[in-house]
């Protein structure tokens, strides 16, 4: 069975500390993705990465980056948390090319006060 | 430029009733396109997808959806609703070429009994 998983479900950070929330994925795909979830707004990608140590900007990249060093693990981090960060972030990935589906992981709710 | 756009951010519908969720989209290339389920507090799972085989493409769950080129859409239907079909629907468009996917802002599903 296929599986994406995520690091924690739930985090609570104070504002300005660092974040960092890790993905991985026992599928041998190429690509991964950072979503952030917000109600009303759909998935907004952040971050995707095509290969190892290959990264690229999403629709909403301010505020974060992105480290894969290895095939299997895609890290999203937060430099100096806000609370307009707060928000349901997920990974997903994916084989290479438009046509395969993503699978997802479960999610991190993020609450930054 | 690619885009999705869902139609109604909220259904209501009576349980064994048809349901009907809408999704139009726009694409300059052939598209790929997918439907995805999130159920409360989980990661999106696929219901099913679109790649160019046939124009009516069936999912799990008894979901069904038609890819209708001339009017730009794919519809998910489901001749009886479950209690257990209510959760938010996501309709995703992907292209030969890109990494990057274009999820629509979503369809909240409620079940009534």
């Known amino acids: 069975d296929v599986k994406v998983t995520q690091s924690s479900r739930y985090l609570v950070k104070r504002t300005g500390e660092k974040v960092f929330l890790e993905c991985v994925q026992d599928?041998?795909?190429?690509?991964m993705f950072w979503y952030r979830q917000d109600p009303g707004l759909g998935l907004r990608l952040i971050y995707f990465?095509?290969?190892?140590?290959?990264?690229e900007k999403g629709d909403i990249p301010e505020g974060y980056s992105v480290s894969r060093e290895k095939k299997e693990r895609f890290s999203l981090i937060l430099e100096s948390a806000s609370t307009n960060q707060t928000s349901m972030y997920l990974c997903?990935?994916?084989?290479?090319?438009?046509?395969?589906?993503?699978?997802f992981g479960p999610g991190t709710r993020l609450t930054v006060t | 430029a690619q885009s999705v756009t869902q139609l109604g951010s909220h259904v209501s519908v009576s349980e064994g009733a048809l349901v009907l969720l809408r999704c139009n989209y726009s694409s300059s290339v052939p598209p790929y396109l997918f439907w995805y389920v999130q159920y409360p507090n989980q990661g999106l799972q696929l219901l099913l997808k679109?790649?160019?085989?046939?124009?009516l493409v069936k999912g799990i769950n008894g979901f069904e959806a038609e890819f209708k080129k001339s009017e730009t859409s794919f519809h998910l239907t489901k001749p009886s609703a479950h209690m257990s079909d209510a959760a938010e629907y996501f309709c995703a468009l992907g292209a030969s070429g890109t990494y990057k996917y274009i999820f629509g802002t979503g369809t909240r599903l409620k079940v009534l009994a």
């Open positions: 679109y790649t160019s085989a046939a124009t």
């Open positions: 599928m041998d795909h190429e690509n």
């Open positions: 990465s095509y290969d190892v140590k290959m990264k």
């Open positions: 997903a990935s994916s084989k290479s090319g438009g046509y395969y589906e993503q699978y």
